[in-house]
């Protein structure tokens, strides 16, 4: 007899856009793509809510999970069985679904208050990062809901790359030392800068310092 996995959860679908036009390549061991700025006019990040009709919550919160996502983890009381623990956002579930891969879907056991997430969709050859798409950002509020995040292979050049890895940062300011401006500036324009800095120049300090600063997580998929 099949068996049919049911847990106790809720499934959200969140999405909010930053766009990103420029493309870099990144020594895996120094995460950074992304796009355009200039030393000292470094862009605000912009994201849009989830409209009300976004979130899927069921009534009594059992929920079949998604056939797309029953091969991973997922924790039914929002306590236990989160299968990857970091630094920057705690312990997680994370899944990239089997019929999109354009699907991500997360689960995090300590939501930020009042604060996005955001992942970026990469590609991972020859130890070398490729940012592929624009960071989509959610907004997560329980431990028990698994949110699921539709991101985009919208990078110019690297629209056909397969999706192997994110990377996932809060949007929350942070202060980098040199040679980055002496001032609080948000996690995923830092990134941006440093990746343009590195793809415009070949200056690589800009992206050094945002690695050193350990304000993001590198979640590579399974093959």
Same mark, same amino acid.
């Given at each position: 007899?099949?068996?049919?996995?049911?847990?106790?959860?809720?499934?959200?679908?969140?999405?909010?856009?930053?766009?990103?036009?420029?493309?870099?390549?990144?020594?895996?061991?120094?995460?950074?793509?992304?796009?355009?700025?200039?030393?000292?006019?470094?862009?605000?990040?912009?994201?849009?809510?989830?409209?009300?009709?976004?979130?899927?919550?069921?009534?009594?919160?059992?929920?079949?999970?998604?056939?797309?996502?029953?091969?991973?983890?997922?924790?039914?009381?929002?306590?236990?069985?989160?299968?990857?623990?970091?630094?920057?956002?705690?312990?997680?579930?994370?899944?990239?679904?089997?019929?999109?891969?354009?699907?991500?879907?997360?689960?995090?056991?300590?939501?930020?208050?009042?604060?996005?997430?955001?992942?970026?969709?990469?590609?991972?050859?020859?130890?070398?990062?490729?940012?592929?798409?624009?960071?989509?950002?959610?907004?997560?509020?329980?431990?028990?809901?698994?949110?699921?995040?539709?991101?985009?292979?919208? &990078?110019? *050049?690297? =629209? %056909?790359?397969?999706?192997?890895?994110?990377?996932?940062?809060?949007? $929350?300011?942070?202060? #980098?030392?040199?040679?980055?401006?002496?001032?609080?500036?948000?996690?995923?324009?830092?990134?941006?800068?440093?990746?343009?800095?590195?793809? &415009?120049? *070949?200056? =690589? %300090?800009?992206?050094?310092?945002?690695?050193?600063?350990?304000?993001? $997580?590198?979640?590579? #998929?399974?093959?």
């Amino acid at each position: 007899m099949k068996t049919i996995l049911f847990i106790v959860l809720a499934i959200a679908l969140v999405s909010c856009v930053e766009t990103r036009n420029r493309r870099a390549t990144i020594d895996s061991k120094s995460i950074n793509p992304i796009s355009e700025s200039t030393r000292n006019d470094i862009p605000p990040a912009i994201s849009t809510p989830p409209s009300s009709g976004d979130e899927l919550l069921i009534d009594g919160g059992t929920l079949k999970v998604p056939e797309e996502i029953a091969h991973c983890s997922w924790s039914s009381d929002g306590e236990r069985n989160f299968k990857t623990t970091t630094t920057h956002l705690g312990e997680y579930n994370i899944c990239q679904g089997k019929n999109n891969e354009l699907d991500i879907y997360v689960q995090l056991k300590t939501p930020p208050p009042n604060i996005q997430t955001c992942m970026i969709p990469v590609y991972d050859t020859d130890n070398k990062v490729i940012y592929i798409g624009e960071p989509r950002c959610f907004h997560a509020t329980d431990p028990k809901t698994v949110y699921k995040v539709t991101v985009l292979k919208n &990078r110019s *050049g690297y =629209s %056909s790359f397969d999706i192997t890895g994110v990377l996932i940062m809060l949007d $929350v300011p942070y202060y #980098f030392s040199s040679p980055y401006p002496q001032q609080p500036i948000m996690l995923p324009d830092a990134y941006i800068h440093c990746a343009n800095w590195l793809d &415009r120049y *070949g200056d =690589s %300090s800009y992206c050094q310092v945002f690695d050193e600063a350990q304000q993001f $997580v590198y979640h590579k #998929f399974q093959d």
